[in-house]
């Protein structure tokens, strides 16, 4: 049941001539999906209509051809060709009574039209503003390109009831819509009635509200995502001007959508960004409008929710994130199972789906993108296969999801561990700085687990060939995870660099085992994503003198698809890290090491008293291997089947391998689809 502190949380609220069942509000998110996989992204947020959600957001949608944002992949509402695959959408929000939303987006000077080869329009004459800082620049409008843009506007709200949808979202948040652009005097400098003075550049949102009121206001409720402070300096839309302006317009909108001011300030991970984040920056506004209002903070806790909600911070509880990894979170909180709620990480990893253009993944909840893809829900397994035992060997995030997952199914699991703690490289790296929220990985498994009594989990038992074969488990999953090299190979090193003996080497394992370096250090970070740059900050807040060094033109590069490659630049500046772009390690010698032009190959030097290489991972494979040349015995120890799942198989990313564990788990005692395609997919229909 229910817990009373929560009711708040579950009763009806208006917005505009429409009631949502609860203040539950997913947010507009991207997903990867897109116009290209419209059927994938339907079904994913469908299931969050049957997870209890009240309010339901589309992605970014191009609400028009001239304002597009190639080459990353969100929706399109350019004309009435692209209303059914909308429609389809709007039908799966609603099937549990949730209201659905369409964010209506019109880039201005953050689309650089490389598809439609539109001249980009934008309040003011400048450069494009993009993640991949396109050689483009936009013509400032004029008076009859606003009159035409408002007319595009009215376009796309007809067409978006037609498709079936109950509320709008105009975008002016994030540094990407253009009603942002208006507002912030960074970006539009214009001299005429839309420039200058506040009411001046909300002149131009006030029009589109009123035209499209007009149009559909009768029955579709418009809201309006405005940026809470860009921080970008005396030019910028600041938090007290966001105040003036929601003062001088409180009744603008149906409801007032907050959040920060550039993407990666409002969807910072969880290392630089606690949850409830822009609690300052909201507070006070819901007291200037009739209005109400939903912020976003990456929510997981409901005592946090409620809080918000009870004090009048908030009306609604905007997720993005949070609702990903749990698309069931507001009908746990309503059923009173909180333990069971898979929480955000804030890893971040959803939001490379877009930076990539690909399908999006979530560390939590590896179902994600594949509702209508693989048919796989995220609270319901397929039914258990004719073997009725499994051996999960290592109980990193592959080993527990894989367990979890094969319980739900009905098989017989055990886990055996052979360290002390469960969890491997989770439960290593959540001590790390900022990672502490990576945890639940492995919190919410290893609970899910003990409630099944199905499942047992065997700490301190390292297993051999001969044991498996003893226990007479049908199935064996090997999750026994990798481990750094400490010979430098990755990228720039194929095979191992020259290094000499007499320098002490270290690796992220030595690191997090306690085994730290001292005085003068050089990290030389051939990985790319997080472990270099945290591994810096580490050794410097112990006093280190650390030089990082990368072959990449930005430190910990692969961070830019996960919003916080500028934080962890700044962080380590903050640190004191001195940062070596665009220079690899070509030896190390015994007093230092030999450094390489990354472009030129010019040869440098950098003296010190250790190294630390973070370079790539080798997969802890040999239980595996030994297992295949006894192939057979197996047979005759009842072994059916024997896998390689997670890192132990392929390092990557942790998302990567609760995906492995999640997809082992579910194919077991499956049929053998031979070559077909493990996924649905839509193919382009030829014209």
């Given at each position: 049941?229910?817990?009373?502190?929560?009711?708040?949380?579950?009763?009806?609220?208006?917005?505009?001539?429409?009631?949502?069942?609860?203040?539950?509000?997913?947010?507009?998110?991207?997903?990867?999906?897109?116009?290209?996989?419209?059927?994938?992204?339907?079904?994913?947020?469908?299931?969050?209509?049957?997870?209890?959600?009240?309010?339901?957001?589309?992605?970014?949608?191009?609400?028009?051809?001239?304002?597009?944002?190639?080459?990353?992949?969100?929706?399109?509402?350019?004309?009435?060709?692209?209303?059914?695959?909308?429609?389809?959408?709007?039908?799966?929000?609603?099937?549990?009574?949730?209201?659905?939303?369409?964010?209506?987006?019109?880039?201005?000077?953050?689309?650089?039209?490389?598809y439609t080869k539109e001249v980009p329009l934008a309040p003011t004459a400048l450069p494009i503003r993009t993640f991949t800082n396109d050689p483009v620049q936009a013509r400032a409008m004029d008076r009859a390109d606003i009159t035409n843009l408002r007319r595009w506007f009215v376009a796309a709200a007809r067409r978006s009831k037609l498709a079936g949808f109950d509320l709008l979202c105009l975008y002016g948040a994030h540094g990407f819509g253009i009603f942002q652009h208006f507002l912030s005097r960074a970006t539009n400098q214009r001299t005429d009635e839309y420039g200058g003075s506040l009411e001046n550049r909300a002149r131009f949102v006030n029009e589109v509200v009123a035209d499209i009121r007009d149009a559909v206001g009768d029955t579709m409720a418009i809201t309006l995502r405005v940026s809470l402070d860009e921080t970008i300096g005396a030019l910028g839309f600041s938090n007290a001007e966001l105040r003036d302006f929601i003062a001088m317009n409180a009744d603008l909108p149906d409801l007032w959508d907050l959040a920060q001011g550039t993407w990666e300030?409002?969807?910072?991970?969880?290392?630089?960004?606690?949850?409830?984040?822009?609690?300052?920056?909201?507070?006070?506004?819901?007291?200037?409008?009739?209005?109400?209002?939903?912020?976003?903070?990456?929510?997981?806790?409901?005592?946090?929710?409620?809080?918000?909600?009870?004090?009048?911070?908030?009306?609604?509880?905007?997720?993005?994130?949070?609702?990903?990894?749990?698309?069931?979170?507001?009908?746990?909180?309503?059923?009173?199972?909180?333990?069971?709620?898979?929480?955000?990480?804030?890893?971040?990893?959803?939001?490379?789906?877009?930076?990539?253009?690909?399908?999006?993944?979530?560390?939590?909840?590896?179902?994600?993108?594949?509702?209508?893809?693989?048919?796989?829900?995220?609270?319901?397994?397929?039914?258990?296969?004719?073997?009725?035992?499994?051996?999960?060997?290592?109980?990193?995030?592959?080993?527990?999801?894989?367990?979890?997952?094969?319980?739900?199914?009905?098989?017989?699991?055990?886990?055996?561990?052979?360290?002390?703690?469960?969890?491997?490289?989770?439960?290593?790296?959540?001590?790390?700085?900022?990672?502490?929220?990576?945890?639940?990985?492995?919190?919410?498994?290893?609970?899910?687990?003990?409630?099944?009594?199905?499942?047992?989990?065997?700490?301190?038992?390292?297993?051999?060939?001969?044991?498996?074969?003893?226990?007479?488990?049908?199935?064996?999953?090997?999750?026994?995870?990798?481990?750094?090299?400490?010979?430098?190979?990755?990228?720039?090193?194929?095979?191992?660099?020259?290094?000499?003996?007499?320098?002490?080497?270290?690796?992220?394992?030595?690191?997090?085992?306690?085994?730290?370096?001292?005085?003068?250090?050089?990290?030389?970070?051939?990985?790319?994503?997080?472990?270099?740059?945290?591994?810096?900050?580490?050794?410097?807040?112990?006093?280190?003198?650390?030089?990082?060094?990368?072959?990449?033109?930005?430190?910990?590069?692969?961070?830019?698809?996960?919003?916080?490659?500028?934080?962890?630049?700044?962080?380590?500046?903050?640190?004191?890290?001195?940062?070596?772009?665009?220079?690899?390690?070509?030896?190390?010698?015994?007093?230092?090491?030999?450094?390489?032009?990354?472009?030129?190959?010019?040869?440098?030097?950098?003296?010190?008293?250790?190294?630390?290489?973070?370079?790539?991972?080798?997969?802890?494979?040999?239980?595996?291997?030994?297992?295949?040349?006894?192939?057979?015995?197996?047979?005759?120890?009842?072994?059916?089947?024997?896998?390689?799942?997670?890192?132990?198989?392929?390092?990557?990313?942790?998302?990567?391998?609760?995906?492995?564990?999640?997809?082992?788990?579910?194919?077991?005692?499956?049929?053998?689809?031979?070559?077909?395609?493990?996924?649905?997919?839509?193919?382009?229909?030829?014209?």
């Amino acid at each position: 049941m229910r817990d009373p502190a929560y009711d708040i949380l579950f009763e009806p609220a208006r917005i505009g001539p429409l009631t949502a069942k609860n203040r539950f509000y997913q947010v507009p998110h991207c997903n990867g999906g897109g116009y290209r996989d419209p059927s994938a992204a339907a079904a994913m947020r469908g299931v969050k209509a049957e997870g209890g959600w009240g309010v339901i957001f589309t992605e970014q949608t191009e609400m028009h051809h001239t304002s597009e944002i190639t080459p990353f992949i969100e929706l399109r509402l350019w004309d009435d060709a692209d209303i059914p695959a909308l429609r389809r959408m709007s039908e799966a929000m609603k099937t549990h009574g949730a209201l659905a939303g369409i964010q209506l987006a019109y880039s201005g000077i953050n689309g650089p039209n490389l598809y439609t080869k539109e001249v980009p329009l934008a309040p003011t004459a400048l450069p494009i503003r993009t993640f991949t800082n396109d050689p483009v620049q936009a013509r400032a409008m004029d008076r009859a390109d606003i009159t035409n843009l408002r007319r595009w506007f009215v376009a796309a709200a007809r067409r978006s009831k037609l498709a079936g949808f109950d509320l709008l979202c105009l975008y002016g948040a994030h540094g990407f819509g253009i009603f942002q652009h208006f507002l912030s005097r960074a970006t539009n400098q214009r001299t005429d009635e839309y420039g200058g003075s506040l009411e001046n550049r909300a002149r131009f949102v006030n029009e589109v509200v009123a035209d499209i009121r007009d149009a559909v206001g009768d029955t579709m409720a418009i809201t309006l995502r405005v940026s809470l402070d860009e921080t970008i300096g005396a030019l910028g839309f600041s938090n007290a001007e966001l105040r003036d302006f929601i003062a001088m317009n409180a009744d603008l909108p149906d409801l007032w959508d907050l959040a920060q001011g550039t993407w990666e300030d409002c969807s910072g991970p969880s290392r630089f960004k606690e949850e409830a984040a822009q609690e300052a920056l909201v507070t006070g506004i819901r007291e200037l409008t009739s209005r109400p209002v939903v912020g976003v903070g990456r929510f997981t806790s409901p005592d946090v929710m409620a809080r918000l909600v009870r004090r009048g911070v908030l009306d609604f509880i905007g997720c993005a994130r949070p609702s990903i990894a749990d698309p069931f979170l507001p009908r746990k909180i309503e059923e009173g199972r909180i333990e069971d709620i898979r929480e955000c990480i804030g890893c971040n990893i959803c939001v490379t789906g877009d930076m990539t253009m690909s399908i999006s993944r979530c560390t939590q909840n590896p179902t994600f993108m594949e509702e209508w893809r693989k048919g796989w829900h995220p609270e319901r397994m397929n039914g258990k296969g004719d073997s009725d035992t499994v051996l999960v060997v290592g109980s990193g995030p592959a080993g527990l999801e894989a367990a979890r997952a094969l319980a739900v199914r009905g098989y017989d699991v055990v886990v055996a561990e052979a360290g002390t703690k469960i969890g491997g490289r989770v439960a290593r790296e959540r001590l790390l700085p900022g990672l502490s929220a990576w945890g639940r990985v492995a919190d919410y498994r290893e609970y899910q687990l003990s409630q099944r009594p199905n499942a047992e989990i065997y700490l301190a038992s390292r297993l051999g060939v001969e044991e498996i074969l003893e226990f007479g488990f049908e199935n064996v999953a090997i999750a026994t995870g990798a481990h750094w090299r400490a010979d430098g190979v990755a990228r720039m090193h194929v095979t191992p660099m020259p290094i000499d003996p007499a320098l002490p080497v270290f690796t992220p394992d030595d690191i997090m085992d306690g085994r730290y370096p001292a005085g003068e250090v050089v990290l030389f970070d051939d990985d790319h994503y997080y472990m270099g740059g945290v591994i810096a900050e580490l050794l410097a807040r112990r006093g280190c003198s650390v030089s990082l060094v990368t072959p990449s033109a930005h430190v910990s590069d692969w961070t830019l698809n996960t919003l916080e490659q500028g934080a962890i630049h700044r962080r380590l500046v903050e640190t004191g890290v001195r940062i070596v772009l665009n220079t690899g390690v070509a030896a190390i010698h015994a007093d230092g090491v030999e450094t390489a032009c990354a472009y030129t190959g010019a040869p440098g030097r950098i003296g010190c008293d250790a190294a630390v290489l973070v370079t790539s991972r080798v997969p802890e494979d040999g239980l595996h291997r030994e297992l295949l040349t006894r192939r057979a015995d197996w047979e005759d120890a009842g072994i059916r089947s024997v896998r390689l799942i997670g890192d132990a198989c392929a390092p990557g990313p942790i998302a990567w391998a609760t995906y492995a564990g999640h997809r082992y788990a579910r194919e077991l005692d499956m049929p053998d689809i031979g070559d077909a395609l493990p996924f649905r997919r839509e193919v382009t229909e030829l014209a």
